[in-house]
């Protein structure tokens, strides 16, 4: 019904960026909810950052100030812009939508998870 892909995961150096895009494409009504999770090897999965429909923001410590969210409503796609990365931001990281279909059941998707990796 609904598929969430990611895409500009990359191998940069440290103090490079990187602009991770999310787009979800299926019967959607609305996403009232985009959020952004990494998972680094042998770590546990973090929230990176939200972004609600509404436009409101709110980022992890560990990103905060160097990370950016930005969407495209129209277009069902939410970015993530990332500035200084450092060698700790290397993970593989996923999108997920709250999202409400046409048929006004509520669902929460992933995408397959896109590959940061921050060395020098």
């Known amino acids: 019904q609904v598929q969430l892909v990611e895409s500009g995961g990359a191998l940069v150096q440290p103090g490079e960026s990187l602009r991770l895009s999310c787009a979800a494409s299926?019967?959607?009504?609305?996403?009232?909810?985009m959020n952004w999770y990494r998972q680094a090897p042998g770590k546990q999965r973090e929230l990176v950052a939200v972004i609600t429909s509404d436009g409101s923001t709110n980022y992890a410590n560990s990103v905060k100030g160097r990370f950016t969210l930005s969407s495209d409503n129209a277009a069902n796609t939410g970015y993530l812009q990332m500035n200084s990365l450092k060698p700790d931001d290397t993970a593989v990281y996923y999108c997920?939508?709250?999202?409400?279909?046409?048929?006004?059941?509520?669902?929460?998707?992933w995408g397959q998870g896109t590959q940061v990796t921050v060395s020098s």
């Open positions: 299926g019967n959607i009504l609305s996403i009232y909810a």
């Open positions: 997920t939508a709250d999202i409400i279909l046409i048929t006004g059941e509520q669902l929460d998707s």
